[in-house]
Nanobody
């Protein structure tokens, strides 16, 4: 069984930075990892994904150049966020797949991932 625990969210002002972390435990298996987010009244949307440690990530157009996804060799996924905007306000979820995705469309589908955490709130004030 895989468990994912997000941390690092908070209340910041527009233009500030945050670094989200996601630690996973349980039986290890290779697979892409991703960040999704869900704002109040909206559907969950893809933010970024990464196939394996050290590889290039895929990003939602509106976060390109501001967010960076990375993962270490152990069990942690990161999302470095800079120049935050009020529209980035959402609950951010860490998700893990059992498959490594290099196809951007597959990597961006919520259904591609088998595990997810409880989420961490990010609030950006104007």
């Amino acid at each position: 069984q895989v468990q994912l625990v997000e941390s690092g969210g908070g209340l910041v002002q527009a233009g500030d930075s945050l670094r989200l972390s996601c630690t996973y435990s349980g039986r290890f298996s290779a697979g892409s990892m991703a960040w999704f987010r869900q704002a109040p009244g909206k559907e969950r949307e893809f933010v970024a994904s990464i196939p394996r440690n050290g590889e290039t990530g895929f990003y939602l157009d509106s976060v390109k150049g501001r967010f960076t996804i990375s993962r270490d060799n152990k069990n942690t996924l990161f999302l470095q966020m800079v120049s935050l905007k009020p529209e980035d306000t959402a609950v951010y979820y860490c998700e893990k797949a059992n498959t490594i995705y290099y196809d951007t469309q597959l990597a961006a589908r919520d259904q591609s991932y088998a595990y997810w955490g409880q989420g961490t709130q990010v609030t950006v004030s104007s």
